[in-house]
Structures are given as C-alpha cells and as structure tokens.
C-alpha cells in the first residue's frame, strides 16, 4: 500500500488538496492508496511514531513549526519517503533542497500540476514496490520485491534472503529455476549470477573478480556462464542515474 500524507493548518485548503488528490488515485485502482489528513504538524508527527508514508504533500508556513523543520525530523526517521511542498511563497525553495524534497507547487495548487506531480511519483512507485509471493509450509507470504536481497535455489525450494535479516524458505515445486523466477528477472535490478543465485542489484556494495559484495558483506560469486552479470550491474548504475532526478526536479 502507498500511504499519502497531507498537511495544512488551513482546513479549506486541506480539504481541497484532500479532494483533487482523491480524484487523481481513482486513475490508479489496480494500486492500494490510502490518504490521511492532518490541520497541525505536530498531529502528523504523532502519527509518524506508529505508521510510515510514502508521500508527504505539506504546506511550509505553519504554526508550531514549519514544514522545512516538519520535513527534517521525516528525514530523520526516513530517507527515501517523497516530499512534496505546497507554499505561498517561493521564499522556502532553496530550503526544501536540505530536505531533499521531491517537488515545491505554489498555491494556490491546480489539479493538472498535481497530477503531473503525482503521476511520476506513483509511477515509479507501481514500478519499483510491487510484491513477490510466496508459498510457503506456513502458507502464502508476500513480501516486497525491494526488501528482497538474494534468492538462492536448492533442489526444487527457493530461499529468500530479506533486508531485514530474515530467511523466507519456500516450498518445493516443480518448475526449473528459470521458469520459476522469469517474471522477476524481466525487473532490471534482478540479474543472475549462476544457475542457482539472483540478486537484487540495489543491494550490491562493490564489484570485484569474483563477483559482488553484498551490503550484508555477502559475497556472491559470478560464474562463467553468468559473467554478463556485470554487465547487467554497469547497466543498472546507469540506469539509476537517469532515475537520480527522483529528488531534483524542483
């Protein structure tokens, strides 16, 4: 699920952002989204202390604190989250880059300068976040394809190494390893590095002759039948860097 944020002290604005967002994610029905409204920083930095969004739209000028203070204290607990400001006054544009926001809109905020707004960011979202399903002895787990470090084949089962320390053991099935994983392998950060190993490519710390290094210190080994492997690495380091405007469209 992709949770929305929005924050403003000015409850008709609020309510107008609340609904023009509304009616964009009605555009995006095969993904979850859900949107929560907050009139205080401080009632949205309450709720950050239980739950995460992945988008945060904020005004700038606010009583309590402002939104630049607002965004860093988000930053503090989340360094990949959107920021998007919603101001006034371009005064706070240079600021916002501190913060690494996303995007600043000057109010009062059109639908169509939204949308533009959102849709690239939901876009990469439904590109990057989407889930792996697993079955499992304990039943079906499903778990972001993001989270996922390595999958390792052994003899019909697949283990799924997490980010978070965690070891998902699938149940045994019949189809190859290639048959098994070609839809995850058609994700541009997934490349195999033999017949029995795929990695995740955000996660590889260093390249060597050997093969990759892990983030988890993992070395992975390339064999030579999968040495296009480093290819594939030097295709995703660039790749990633046409992305990099993800936090530098201001």
Do not use: W
């Amino acid at each position: 699920m992709i949770k929305i944020a929005i924050c403003d002290d000015d409850e008709v604005e609020l309510h107008r952002l609340n609904v023009i967002v509304q009616q964009i994610i009605k555009l995006y029905s095969e993904t979850e989204i859900s949107i929560a409204v907050f009139h205080t920083a401080n009632s949205l930095l309450n709720a950050i202390r239980y739950e995460n969004f992945e988008i945060y739209l904020m005004d700038i000028i606010m009583p309590e604190r402002n939104g630049i203070e607002l965004g860093q204290l988000i930053r503090q607990r989340d360094e990949q989250a959107v920021i998007i400001y919603l101001s006034n006054s371009p005064d706070f544009a240079v600021q916002s880059y501190t913060v690494h926001a996303y995007y600043y809109l000057l109010k009062p905020v059109k639908y169509e300068e939204l949308y533009l707004v959102l849709q690239k960011v939901l876009k990469r979202y439904e590109r990057f976040n989407t889930s792996v399903y697993i079955k499992t002895s304990n039943g079906m787990v499903t778990v972001s394809k993001s989270s996922i470090i390595y999958i390792e084949y052994h003899y019909h089962y697949l283990s799924y190494y997490l980010e978070n320390g965690e070891v998902i053991d699938s149940v045994i099935f019949r189809e190859s390893f290639g048959q098994k994983m070609q839809d995850l392998l058609k994700d541009f950060r997934f490349t195999k590095v033999s017949s029995s190993v795929i990695v995740n490519m955000l996660f590889v710390n260093k390249i060597s002759k050997k093969g990759f290094t892990l983030i988890n210190k993992k070395e992975l080994r390339i064999t030579r039948t999968y040495q296009s492997a480093r290819k594939s690495y030097m295709e995703f380091l660039f790749k990633e860097a046409q992305e990099s405007d993800f936090y530098s469209n201001i």
